[in-house]
């Protein structure tokens, strides 16, 4: 917008390349929009007012002070994005972080890099049976990202190996169906999902993941519940999103699970 109007713009980022949350922000079967946005950023970058310096953080490699008044800028916008994950509001949180708390960043970036050969990034253990706390659609991918990695992992102690791509795009019943099997006999009780945020407007997409899941909205938590489940964890209004370990036991007789039959 600014170089559209002939102002010269700086674009310091502290990462070597531009793409920020669109990245490593996405899961790895977000392959169109990724290629989408990185044409869009490329071709913004691209333009000849604008200059782009990667690899510079403010604060460590310009002093912000020296930026605000010897540099010869106009304006400083600070557009530094959602790059670093914002903690659970609950005292003493953090020290379970590594041991049962996973925050979405560092998940999805597990996600997308772990089995390259030369990986050294944030290790992570998907567990079944996770709960996960918010209310967008990031947590949705966090929940796809469990349902995935578990599934591919009980299939590999079967013997199969499947690719998680084709997990994601043909939908976890129809690959267990082409090789004989039935969410059940994997013995997966499936990953769970609780939210503060109204759930009206995204019960269409929530079913879509959860066909046989009854939703239901309570007096304070506006939380989503699955019928035949109880669950020993707090939902907690939160902002952000993260992933952890919980207790459940079944309340009926009923087979229902939480995400069982999912459809990715």
Sequence with gaps: MLAERGVIVVVFEQN???????????????VKLRRKEYETINDKLGRPDIHFVPCTKIGRDVDFRALTSDWGFSAIVMAHGAWHDRSLPVPGADAFVGKGLVYQNNLVYWFNHYMEREYAGPQCVVEDGALVVGGGLASL??????????????????GIDEDILKIEQEGIPAVLDEHGFGWDELGLRGASSASMSPLRSKKSTLRSFWPHCAWAAGPKANAPTCSGWSTSATVLPLSGTWASRRNT?????TRTRLARRARL
Excluded: C
Excluded at 249 to 253: L, V, Y
């Design 16 to 30: 070597p390349r531009p793409y920020g949350k669109i990245e490593d922000g996405l899961p790895r079967w977000h």
């Design 141 to 158: 991918d966090v929940i796809k990202i469990l349902q995935i990695e578990t599934t591919r992992a009980a299939l590999a102690d079967l």
């Design 249 to 253: 036991r079944p309340i009926s007789n």
